[in-house]
């Protein structure tokens, strides 16, 4: 099995290959630097572009090598809170506005993917939340009349029905969300930067950016090999700052969520397995996903990260799961595994932060990055660009540091392994 915590694993193996990108050199000029290469970046890049903007994108590594290129590749409408809670925390119509960006992101998506021809294996076929235990259920029949309540045209699943969606018996039930599906999330990304490309924006991979400073109404941001001087600055890095912007890293409590990939499943196996081709995950506070490829591979994940001793419990739990919920399944090899990092606020709520006129970011997907980057690349573009058409979905949010989020970080890994090991001799 091939696993590397450096690499984006099945992903990186099997996505298209990346646009020609080059490392900055020099001095340069543009109306807004965009930082990070991710689906936030690449958006927002994009978009500016196409606008007329001249924009320029600096990625301290390649196209995607974040959390974009380690996702799940779910594309999820809305946040993981239920849309209540999200509208009690920000206020009623602060609330539906983010509600309804966020409810609109799959279509922004799978329109995207269309109009540039990207290849990244879209299935829009929606995804399921599936039911873990009885109190699960309980957990997806109030989401599911919050959801309709408010016109979302999701589906709540007995438990026949939903293991006939799964192939699997070992749920009690589960939500269906048509608005959604699944991608070949790097390959995604890589697509974005393409189309970025295409439309007019300059890319630099391999150009780590080492500081943002602010020169006289503008901006200089000094990256390894050189600078580019703009009216605005985009940050789009998430829980991959550092410590490029301090305040914004110490507003995340960082999480970690791993994969582990079979091989190709026979397809008398295969068949059997999510027919639909829906992806899908559970209610349990450790969450565990599972989804197929275009090959016919079969991909459990959970929380937890693989570049520890640890991270035998993570495998050793990843073939008893698999095994459990598709015995049909059992002992197929894992070919692949990996890992990336998840930028959690204390609330489960994205930030927009504006620390000056000028630097913007969204931060903080809470574990869904894929339509929210999308949404809030484009949302930060249209700001940049002073579009008054189209309005941010969130307001500048309060921006405090997390207490103890080193300590909450290392809980949250070892309460993971506690959990896998349990599940994985139980």
């Known amino acids: 099995m091939r696993t590397d915590p450096l690499t984006r694993g099945l992903w990186d193996a099997s996505a298209p290959p990346p646009p020609d990108t080059a490392a900055l050199e020099g001095d340069a000029r543009a109306d807004v630097v965009v930082v990070g290469g991710g689906f936030t970046g690449c958006s927002a890049a994009l978009h500016l572009a196409e606008a007329g903007a001249a924009v320029v994108l600096l990625e301290g590594a390649d196209i995607g090598f974040g959390g974009s290129g380690r996702n799940v590749g779910l594309v999820n409408a809305g946040l993981w809170l239920p849309p209540a809670e999200i509208e009690a925390a920000l206020g009623t119509e602060a609330g539906m506005r983010l509600n309804e960006a966020l409810g609109r992101a799959p279509a922004l998506v799978f329109e995207l993917i269309e109009r540039h021809g990207i290849a990244c294996e879209a ?99 000094t990256a390894a090999g050189g600078t580019v001087t703009a009216d605005r600055v985009i940050l789009a890095t998430n829980a991959y700052t550092g410590p490029l912007l301090p305040a914004l890293t110490a507003a995340l409590t960082p999480i970690h969520y791993f994969q582990f990939a079979t091989a190709p499943l026979p397809d008398a196996v295969r068949r059997g397995i999510l027919p639909g081709l829906e992806g899908s995950w559970d209610t349990a ?142």
């Not at 829009?124 to 873990?132: E, F, P, V």
């Not at 293991?163 to 009690?172: D, L, W």
């Not at 990996?338 to 504006?354: A, L, S, V």
Request: glycine share 12%; charged share 20%.
């Open 285 to 426: 506070s450790v969450m565990s996903s599972f989804r197929l490829d275009r090959a016919g591979r079969l991909v459990v994940g959970s929380i937890g990260r693989l570049d520890h001793p640890g991270a035998r419990i993570h495998e050793a739990w990843a073939r008893r799961v698999l095994g459990r919920v598709f015995p049909q399944a059992a002992g197929a090899p894992l070919e692949f595994g990996w890992f990336g990092r998840i930028g959690m606020t204390p609330d489960h709520i994205p930030r927009f932060f504006e620390p000056e006129p000028g630097l913007t970011a969204f931060f903080g997907y809470n574990g869904r990055g894929i339509g929210p980057g999308t949404v809030f690349g484009r949302a930060l573009a249209f700001h940049a660009l002073g579009r008054d058409d189209h309005p941010l979905p969130m307001a500048p949010s309060d921006v405090g540091p997390v207490p103890f989020r080193r300590v909450k970080e290392m809980a949250l890994e070892a309460g993971a392994c506690g959990y896998h090991a349990a599940r994985t001799v139980a």
């Open 123 to 221: 299935v829009r076929n929606g995804t399921l939340h599936l039911a873990h235990a009885p109190a699960g259920q309980r957990e997806l029949e109030r989401r599911h009349a919050q959801l309709s309540a408010r016109g979302a045209p999701v589906v709540l699943l007995d438990r026949d029905e939903a293991a006939r969606r799964v192939g699997s018996t070992a749920f009690h039930g589960a939500l269906f969300d048509p608005r959604a599906g699944t991608i070949q999330p790097l390959a995604y990304a890589r697509g974005l930067a393409r189309a970025a490309i295409a439309a007019g924006a300059r890319l630099h991979t391999r150009s780590p950016v080492r500081s943002i400073e602010r020169q006289g109404r503008g901006w200089r941001v």
